[in-house]
């Protein structure tokens, strides 16, 4: 069963940059697009970036311009550079692959934006 550990969140001021990282176990990273998702304090979880196995990326439009989705094959590793950020980008922050069926979800990691 894959395992996913989410980390880099934290609390930062309206403007400010994060980079979040998410570390999937196993051997079967590398053949699944991967996926950013949030969870704002009340809302359902939402979807932020996709990153296909040959990088090619697609973002909500909240994140356009703003977020960029990486990842590291070798690290079995998803990031999330988010730049200029606001307090609505304050939640919880999840990585999976991007299918019907996922693997069981992280922990997260919480993002909060606020002065």
């Known amino acids: 069963q894959v395992q996913l550990v989410e980390s880099g969140g934290g609390l930062v001021q309206p403007g400010g940059s994060l980079r979040l990282s998410c570390t999937a176990s196993?051997?079967?990273?590398?053949?699944?697009?991967m996926g950013w998702y949030r969870q704002a304090p009340g809302k359902q979880r939402e979807w932020v970036a996709t990153?296909?196995?040959?990088?090619?990326?697609t973002y909500a439009d909240s994140a356009k311009g703003r977020f960029t989705i990486s990842r590291d094959n070798g690290k079995n590793t998803l990031y999330l550079q988010m730049n200029s950020l606001k307090p609505e980008d304050t939640g919880v922050y999840y990585c999976?692959?991007?299918?019907?069926?996922?693997?069981?979800w992280g922990q997260g990691t919480q993002v909060t934006v606020s002065s």
């Open positions: 999976n692959k991007v299918s019907f069926v996922v693997w069981p």
């Open positions: 196993g051997n079967t990273f590398t053949i699944y697009q």
């Open positions: 990153i296909s196995t040959a990088g090619s990326t």
